[in-house]
């Protein structure tokens, strides 16, 4: 799958990588960051949403759009689309500049809202990547975990490195009866959720 990537997504994506290291280093302020996944986990996301049951697919967090285009990648495989939402404007306008270079647009509705304004017009979810602020994960989970497909994944990121916010979600996520979780070591931690 991987070998197949055009040259116009590896080097959007390539950017996306360069603007995010100096990012970390340069000073830019926290909302202009683009906080983006590592390369591996784009790729394992990709793995997991490949082999994805029917339903939607989502995304909660797009910034410029580097994971979408992991998950667009696999989507485009099965004739699927993505839904990703993103609240702020500068991202969106990023985002959107991201689809149209790397030719992914036809398997991306990108929506400009907060997510949990817009949850309620979701029903069968199939996958979800859960990646915006630390304090919106378990609303998020709460709002998700009910339209859950069998066999559905949710994936959280930020499960080790940001282990004290993600907390109390993640011990709610392990006592809940509807869902099997395990935390997997790679880029900063994925947490992931599969709907019984
Ligand atoms: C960590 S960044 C996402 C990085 C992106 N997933 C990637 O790896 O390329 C988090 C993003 O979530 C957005 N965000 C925060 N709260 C949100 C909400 N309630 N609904 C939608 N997006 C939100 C932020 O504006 C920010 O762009």
Redesign the pocket.
């Known amino acids: 799958m991987f070998s197949e990537f055009s040259e116009e997504l590896e080097e959007r994506m390539r950017l996306l990588e360069t603007i995010d290291r100096q990012d970390r280093t340069d000073g830019t302020g926290r909302d202009q960051r683009?906080?983006?996944?590592t390369r591996e986990t784009g790729q394992f996301l990709s793995l997991l949403l490949v082999n994805a049951p029917a339903g939607d697919i989502i995304?909660?967090?797009?910034?410029?759009?580097?994971?979408t285009l992991w998950l667009a990648f696999a989507a485009k495989e099965t004739g699927r689309k993505v839904k990703t939402?993103?609240?702020?404007a500068e991202?969106v306008a990023l985002a959107r500049e991201t689809f149209r270079i790397a030719q992914l647009e036809d398997h991306i509705d990108l929506i400009h809202n907060?997510?949990?304004k817009e949850v309620d017009r979701l029903a069968d979810i199939a996958f979800c990547f859960l990646?915006?602020?630390k304090k919106?994960y378990q609303p998020c989970f709460d709002a998700i975990a009910g339209k859950m497909v069998r066999n559905g994944l949710i994936v959280a990121d930020n499960a080790t490195d940001q282990f004290q916010a993600l907390k109390p979600m993640i011990n709610n996520a392990l006592k809940d009866p509807r869902f099997d979780c395990l935390t997997v070591p790679i880029g900063n931690g994925e947490f992931i959720c599969r709907r019984k």
């Open positions: 683009l906080r983006q996944i995304e909660i967090g797009t910034s410029a759009g580097y994971s939402f993103e609240v702020s991202k907060d997510f949990l990646d915006a602020e919106i």
